[in-house]
T-cell receptor, first 112, second 111 residues
Framework: NAGVTQTPKFRILKIGQSMTLQCTQD?????MYWYRQDPGMGLKLIYY???????DKGEVPNGYNVSRSTTEDFPLRLELAAPSQTSVYFC???????????FGQGTRLTVV | QKEVEQNSGPLSVPEGAIASLNCTYS??????FFWYRQYSGKSPELIMF??SNGDKEDGRFTAQLNKASQYVSLLIRDSQPSDSATYLC???????????WGAGTKLIIKP
């Protein structure tokens, strides 16, 4: 099994551009998450989903949007990129809220 | 504001010794506690989870939980150079679905 797959691994955006980070999991997990991790910091939750068609804001949702049309896919959309969105982004999934979260390999995003 | 605090380190431990990592949390309603390991440039991976007060052992790793004092710790026995990584503490934030993450402790095992 592939687990959680994120694309792309690296991306450089210009200020004001938009992009979508893709995330797919093949473990049939209901819970999916998007985190950002800044240098020397812990993970900050951007958005999460508890099942297809259900999404909710996390701690730092501004400047981002998500959708969850299927159990497998949970894309993250960045609109009007800003330098403050330079970070490493992780997608994760879990079977339940209190079980192990499996992470994708991360996307290193730089906004210049 | 719910918080999870960890000493950022680095914590330097000789090979073969016991490494002790600590984490405190602010939300008394927290039910689930996790330790993840993150190698540089890689994604986090689960090491241990604990739900009840006391100790939980898994191989060289022991998680300790004290809900009255609101701290959780991770002990690594017979530390190996391959244990060198950043260890992240994560706490389930009570009634909502969000894990609250500490900033991590960087552990260095010196041969």
């Amino acid at each position: 099994n592939a687990g959680v797959t994120q694309t792309p691994k690296f991306r450089i955006l210009k200020i004001g551009q938009s992009m979508t980070l893709q995330c797919t999991q093949d473990m049939n997990h209901n819970y999916m998450y998007w985190y950002r991790q800044d240098p020397g910091m812990g993970l900050k939750l951007i958005y999460y989903s508890v099942g297809a068609g259900i999404t909710d804001k996390g701690e730092v949702p501004n400047g981002y949007n998500v959708s969850r049309s299927t159990t497998e896919d949970f894309p993250l959309r960045l609109e009007l990129a800003a330098p403050s969105q330079t970070s490493v982004y992780f997608c994760a999934s879990s079977a339940d809220r209190d079980t192990e979260a499996f992470f994708g390999q991360g996307t290193r995003l730089t906004v210049v | 504001q719910k918080e999870v605090e960890q000493n950022s380190g680095p914590l330097s431990v000789p090979e073969g010794a016991i490494a002790s990592l600590n984490c405190t949390y602010s939300d008394r309603g927290s039910q689930s506690f996790f330790w993840y390991r993150q190698y540089s440039g890689k994604s986090p991976e689960l090491i241990m989870f604990i739900y009840s007060n006391g100790d939980k052992e898994d191989g060289r790793f022991t998680a300790q939980l004290n809900k009255a004092s609101q701290y959780v710790s991770l002990l690594i026995r017979d530390s190996q150079p391959s244990d060198s990584a950043t260890y992240l503490c994560a706490v389930n934030g009570g009634s909502n679905y969000q894990l609250i993450w500490g900033a991590g402790t960087k552990l260095i095992i010196k041969p």
